[in-house]
């Protein structure tokens, strides 16, 4: 029900958009066919879709024609979280579904990838092609061995090799997993020694930035320190011959083979993604084919809107979830965009440019790329042909209100803004994009549907119009299956059900809207709480980013011994700025005025960068960790962290104040 005080949308959907969209359509449809409700548009449907859970997802699985191979026996045979045991019986094959679109010989020499460089031209891979190289490539795989269960991992860049590898791995049964090239030798060992692959596909190197990165001395040790392998297969991206005793991609592709698709289990593995690993070992969580086919299938096709007409692009690397969600594009006959690059090279707007130039209808980013856009002055809607673009979506961490203002006024008015929000662990979003509902500014649309999205205070009472931890009280196909490693689920428990058994706590602070869309305040493992009143960082980063003079900020909220509360502000400065006491002044006056005087900090440090994860993510909680007096080798994963260097000042200042 929408209160008399709901603010006024920054953007609705006019009719004719509501009518066209997808999500519409499957509405009238599941009405006729399963008794959902024909009236009351998105909030009955989403209604519906938790407390039907099974009838629901039965109506997605036949509204986009998934294939079983054999039958299912029930929907869903348990619901308990973990455990939750989905369509029972049935066997499938995701590649099946993502190869789907060449079958129509009017699409067969179509574009199913836009391959985009850092030239930013665009080289397009067809169905048919696509089809024909996962054929080949698969059934060299089966030569060399790999069966089912069996694990095959990528150490690329987001080429349309990747895709390739992925598809071939899901068309034989095996278990794909993939580190972006990027990434060091360590922090890569520490992913896949945990899943031992026995075939490896690699790279010579990358181009980022306008430089070559030559990694054949890292695909060196890789071979060298994972024993498992039983092949290494040599994509010459920077044009090197194939290292001793490696396979040529080239020869593994000639052939003109049909693809055989291997009919799985429902819940067999697909894919190994990883936790950004900050405090530990990288948790190792492992996805269903038919899981994430039907949990994708529901977001690409429902809540993105996306079809055989549309060009789906998402800056991202196949390191990071959103490669895996990226690729699941193909599951609704999308041509998808794949850039392999910097994301601000030559400049700051690249990415508005290559939406531009492969006429995108779907852009993602993150909500960082968003802000540097906005504080370098990039103006896409007038420098750009954006025309194709009807939605721009973001995640990674939430879009500020002035992300939205700057994405609506610089971009274009009638623009479908779709900040979401997930995680890895369901490679998928809880809220975010709802074709036919407004879009209110600093919000998330909607819960999505089949997610029972609530906010959770710590005694599990539900709350509406208050900070709580965002809670999900039904299952979802696209949760983990397990942790690969982890025996007797004891790991996979403490992640999620820990807190609130039978109920999967995320680790976001969250608040339900009255008019039903979501905010999201950061994570909450990282809260600050001074004075019992909980905090988000994203808030505080929201605000003080908005000074030119400073770049990036990182703010921890420390318990202190004595019942005190410590919350530094570390601010990494942009050129020319000086920190001196005028500008420390304005940092904590705006915080002040745009707040709350609790959420000013006791202290603004200097510091030469922000630390993030892997992913891109600032590390909030093993910095606190130092600050508290861990060691650095106990406080994080050396191997997580884009630029370990940093960590030392903060391990340093522990130290200090434990002293002191």
Known sequence: MTSASTPQPLWSPGPDRIAAARITAFQAWAAERFGAPAAGGYPALHRWSVDELDTFWQAVAEWFDVRFTTPYESVLADRAMPGARWFTGATLNYAEHALRAAEDPARADEAALLHVDETHEAVPVTWAELRRQVGALSAELRALGVRPGDRVSGYLPNIPEAVTALLATAAVGAVWTSCAPDFGARSVLDRFQQVEPVVLFTVDGYRYGGKEHDRRDTVAELRAELPSLRAVVH???????????????????????????????????????????????????????????????????????????????????????????????????????????????????????????????????????????????????????????????????????????????????????????????????????????????????????????????????????????????????????????????SRYRDSYFEMFPGAWRHGDWITLTDHGSVVIHGRSDSTLNRQGVRMGSADIYEAVERLPEIKESLVIGLEEPNGGYWMPLFVHLAPGATLDDELRTRVKTTIREQLSPRHVPDEIIEVPAIPHTLTGKRIEVPVKRLLQGTPLAKAVNAGSVDNIDLLPFYEQLGRTRARG
Request: hydrophobic share 40%; charged share 15%; aromatic share 10%.
């Open 235 to 489: 994509i010459p991206l920077l044009g090197t011959a194939a290292p001793e005793g490696a396979l040529a991609w080239s020869e593994l592709t000639a052939a003109a083979t049909e693809p055989v698709f291997e009919a799985v289990p429902f819940d067999h593995p697909l894919w190994v993604l990883y936790s950004s690993g900050t405090t530990g070992l990288p948790k190792a969580i492992v996805q269903s084919q038919g899981g994430i086919l039907l949990e994708h299938l529901k977001q690409l096709g429902l809540h993105c809107d996306l079809g055989s007409e549309d060009r789906f692009f998402w800056y991202t690397s196949t390191g990071w979830m959103m490669w895996n969600f990226l690729v699941s594009g193909l599951l609704t006959g999308t041509t998808v965009v794949l850039y392999d690059g910097s994301p601000g090279y030559p400049d700051t707007g690249a990415q508005w440019r290559i939406a531009e130039r492969t006429k995108a209808t779907l852009y993602g980013t993150s909500a960082a790329y968003v802000m540097a856009c906005r504080k370098a002055e990039v103006h896409p809607g007038r420098d750009f042909d954006l025309s194709s673009v009807k939605c721009v979506a973001t995640t990674g961490s939430p879009l500020p209100p002035d992300g939205f203002r700057w994405l609506h006024d610089e971009v274009a008015e009638d623009l479908w803004i779709a900040s979401v929000s997930g995680g890895t662990d369901v490679c998928s979003c809880f809220a975010g994009a709802v074709p036919t509902l407004p879009v209110h500014i600093g919000e998330l649309q909607a819960a999505c549907l089949g997610t029972d999205l609530q906010a959770w205070d710590p005694s599990g009472k539900p709350l509406v119009g208050e900070v709580g931890e965002l809670v999900v009280t039904n299952p979802m196909p696209s949760m983990p299956i397990h942790f690969w490693n982890d025996p007797d689920g």
